[in-house]
């Protein structure tokens, strides 16, 4: 079945630090895939996807590079800051006619001034 | 674009009690979603509508689980016979027509805590 693993959390960094929260997947065929936000109380917003190999999601300073070799999608920011504290998710559309998603556990990211 | 409300925000109950929440989603989007998240989870998928069919339960979804979406607009996810497993948080979700790479977007979800 498909699945999405996600770096154990929590990540505590200083601000203006450099972000990175892996993502490797496993999936049938060829698999669109997305980053969410929670923050605090809400529901999730998506922050950016990608639906092919190489393709670069991008959103609010935040990227990730679908790598179908590595079966990865790791999210990066290069400076982060404080307001950027919240829960990412990962997620993953492989295909079929309910369109679910699959999600990762969620990484919780703080980021201290 | 108003975004996809859910009602109530949060709802506590006493274990053996009958539940309904509300998902009214984005007013062009055909399709909606409902999703169960548990503490330091992400979200799982419960069941999945398109217009007023339900396509899809997820083996989550017990028997004492039930939704509907009459004429495709709104939905209600009703649980009966709440038990304490049930307590967690419940999204609703909508998307267009499309691909599977139309994204999902979220309510801010209803809270169950079962006493």
Redesign the interface.
């Known amino acids: 079945g498909n699945s999405v693993t996600q770096m154990e959390g929590p990540v505590t960094l200083s601000e203006e630090a450099f972000l990175t929260i892996n993502c490797t997947y496993t999936a049938t065929g060829y698999p669109s895939l997305f980053w969410y936000v929670q923050y605090p109380g809400e529901g999730l917003q998506l922050l950016l996807k990608a639906t092919k190999a190489d393709d670069k999601g991008s959103n609010k300073g935040f990227e990730a590079t679908y790598r179908k070799e590595t079966t990865s999608f790791h999210l990066e920011k290069g400076s982060v800051q404080v307001s950027d504290s919240a829960v990412y998710f990962c997620a993953l559309f492989s295909g079929g006619s309910n369109y679910k998603l699959t999600f990762g556990k969620g990484t919780l990211l703080t980021v201290n001034p | 674009d108003t975004g996809?409300s859910?009602n109530p925000r949060h709802k506590i109950t006493k274990r053996g009690q009958n539940v309904t929440f509300r998902c009214d989603p984005i007013s062009e989007h055909n399709?909606l979603?409902w999703?169960r998240q548990t503490l330091?989870?992400?979200?799982?998928?419960l069941t999945?509508f398109q217009n007023e069919a339900q396509?899809?339960k997820?083996r989550l979804l017990s028997d004492r689980f039930s939704a509907e979406r009459p004429k495709g607009s709104f939905s209600t996810l009703e649980i009966q016979r709440t038990e304490q497993g049930d307590s967690a948080m419940y999204?609703c979700?909508s998307?267009g027509t499309g691909?599977?790479?139309?994204?999902?977007?979220?309510?801010?979800?209803t809270r169950l805590s079962i006493l």
């Open positions: 996809v859910q399709r979603y999703y330091g989870q992400g979200p799982e998928f999945y396509l899809e997820s999204l979700a998307s691909g599977g790479n139309q994204p999902q977007h979220f309510g801010d979800g």
